[in-house]
């Protein structure tokens, strides 16, 4: 039985299946489904868990290349709310591109990890690396 780390069987084993250059995004409340796509659903209410909760947990044994964001995220959040995303994304380059080119990567993910995430345009696509 595992003890600490993430413990949900589900997201490990998304998890483990990320390979190198492989795409996993991880999303907010709202963000829309895509039919095929393997989607872990682990909302239960508004903002539990959120997606820097979610980052934080993987980011231990997860390496990060790369990710990307919504610009809208920069524009319609709070410099904290800000500063909290860059936090949990310390060291990884991030890059802001349109939310309908952000909806045009994600049926290239692995998977996707939706969260009950309240923050608007709270999404992100992680590459492995």
Avoid: C
């Amino acid at each position: 039985m595992l003890k600490t780390g993430i413990l949900n069987p589900h997201v490990l084993s998304l998890l483990a299946r990320v390979r190198h250059t492989n795409w996993l995004v991880i999303a907010d409340r709202g963000f829309p489904s895509w039919p095929g796509l393997e989607t872990i659903d682990l909302s239960l209410v508004d903002d539990v868990p959120t997606v820097v909760q979610v980052l934080a947990a993987i980011r231990p044994n997860f390496v990060i290349a790369e990710a990307w964001m919504a610009e809208e995220f920069q524009r319609e959040n709070t410099p904290a709310t800000q500063a909290r995303f860059a936090e949990a994304l310390a060291g990884v380059r991030v890059s802001y591109e349109p939310h309908v080119t952000f909806k045009q990567r994600v049926p290239r993910a692995i998977g996707l990890i939706r969260t009950g995430d309240t923050v608007q345009y709270a999404n992100v696509i992680l590459e492995s690396g």
